[in-house]
Antibody, heavy 121, light 108 residues
Framework: EVQLLESGGGLVQPGGSLRLSCAAS????????MNWVRQAPGKGLDWVSG????????FYADSVKGRFTISRDNSKNTLFLQMNSLRAEDTAVYYC??????????????WGQGTLVTVSS | SYVLTQPPSVSVAPGKTARITCGGN??????VHWFQQKPGQAPVLVIY???DRPSGIPERFSGSNSGNTATLTISRVEAGDEADYYC???????????FGGGTKLTVL
């Protein structure tokens, strides 16, 4: 059974940093691209970043490029999102999502339950 | 950047058919995926590659995609179908995933 478990969310001040993790199980982690998607309170889904199964290629939404870094440790079946220079508008539930293929352009077949990031002073 | 447009809300009586549209420039040339999200829960894939259903999704859910509009159709709507629905595509010109703004389905 595929399981994705996010952690690392919390309250952080504007300009601060946070590192999210997503522990994966139930599938061959390195064979699949992974993504982060966020959802601000009462708003829609917003794709943040993606990474190929090998980790060699990364992709970012324009709103986070240069501030967020996606990475993965295939030996530990874990996906990461390093978030720097956080802004109030980054406040959201952050989901990790598995892609059904090694690179982007397939589809998201499984999602975690999300972790809440709140950026506020 | 590529934009997907969904109606904010759709209402339907139980047992009737709901159609949720997703508009985009020449969206028929892209593969469209649909997610259902109930309050407080993670999204669930209900349609992928325009019209394929994952295992466990009822046959009442179907999809189509042509020209500038993709459509999610829910037949014989039930109270449990009440949720937000999102369309989703990969934009190869920007290497970005794009979500529609979401449609709230209300079962009257």
């Amino acid at each position: 059974e595929v399981q994705l478990l996010e952690s690392g969310g919390g309250l952080v001040q504007p300009g601060g940093s946070l590192r999210l993790s997503c522990a994966a199980s139930g599938f061959t982690f390195s064979s699949y691209a992974m993504n982060w998607v966020r959802q601000a309170p009462g708003k829609g889904l917003d794709w943040v970043s993606g990474i190929t199964g090998s980790g060699s290629n990364t992709f970012y939404a324009d709103s986070v490029k240069g501030r967020f870094t996606i990475s993965r440790d295939n030996s530990k079946n874990t996906l990461f999102l390093q978030m720097n220079s956080l802004r109030a508008e980054d406040t959201a539930v952050y989901y990790c999502a598995k892609e059904e293929g090694p690179t982007p352009s397939y589809y998201f077949d499984f999602w975690g339950q999300g972790t809440l990031v709140t950026v506020s002073s | 950047s590529y934009v997907l447009t969904q109606p904010p809300s759709v209402s339907v009586a139980p047992g009737k058919t709901a159609r949720i549209t997703c508009g985009g420039n020449n969206i028929g040339s892209k593969s469209v995926h649909w997610f259902q999200q109930k309050p407080g829960q993670a999204p669930v894939l209900v349609i992928y590659y325009d019209s394929d259903r994952p295992s466990g999704i009822p046959e009442r859910f179907s999809g189509s995609n042509s020209g500038n509009t993709a459509t999610l159709t829910i037949s014989r709507v039930e109270a449990g179908d009440e949720a937000d629905y999102y369309c989703h595509v990969w934009d190869s010109s920007s290497d970005h995933w794009v979500f529609g703004g979401g449609t709230k389905l209300t079962v009257l």
